[in-house]
């Protein structure tokens, strides 16, 4: 049996903030603003993980009202979320994210945020496909105020 789920996720770009995609620390002028530390696509593999087990989405389960998930690790709210999913009884089949952003460039670093990816759901690179996208210069990404991610999950029950 297979469950799919997705995940949309946006965080503001700001001054004084480190840029932490993917659970990569990114070298950028500026860095994501969140109560977390704000890892965009984390985020959104995060509520497309608890989207395909019927378990809401990453704000139920680590309120940005909880002093606890200030500056959180959002590799370790991934990890918890994984331990959710597992407890159900799934395993990863494989993820396609897209990242939107109109910079910095995350050619270079697409290699280690799949491997990143993939050793937090358990599985192997090629389970993972992760790609980015700039919107032309259109809208709030394309005037570099912010970035997006996007995420499709397919489980396959153990
Ligand atoms: N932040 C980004 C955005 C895009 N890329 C890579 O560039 C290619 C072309 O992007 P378009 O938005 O013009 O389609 C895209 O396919 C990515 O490979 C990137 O590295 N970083
Ligand atoms: C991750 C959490 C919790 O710290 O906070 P943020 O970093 O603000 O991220 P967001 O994607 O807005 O929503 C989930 C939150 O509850």
Not at 2 to 22: A, K, N, S, Y
Not at 41 to 62: K, P, Q, S, W, Y
Not at 118 to 140: H, I
Request: charged letters at 25%; aromatic letters at 6%; one cysteine or more.
């Amino acid at each position: 049996m297979f469950r799919i789920g997705q995940g949309f996720d946006v965080h503001q770009l700001t001054e004084g903030r480190p840029l932490i995609i993917g659970g990569v620390t990114i070298p950028y002028e500026k860095g994501l603003l969140g109560h977390s530390d704000a890892d965009v696509l984390l985020h959104t593999i995060a509520d497309a993980c608890l989207g395909a087990v019927g378990e809401g989405d990453i704000g139920r389960h680590f309120p940005d009202t909880d002093p606890d998930f200030k500056d959180a690790d959002s590799a370790k709210l991934l990890e918890e979320v994984w331990r959710i999913v597992k407890e159900k009884g799934y395993r990863l089949g494989n993820v396609d994210c897209t990242i939107i952003a109109q910079k910095p460039k995350m050619a270079p670093y697409i290699e280690p945020i799949t491997k990143r990816v993939a050793e937090l759901l358990e599985g192997n690179a090629d389970q993972v496909n992760v790609k980015a996208t700039t919107t032309e210069k259109l809208g709030f990404t394309g005037r570099g105020e912010g970035i997006a991610a996007q995420a499709v999950i397919l489980l396959e029950k153990i």
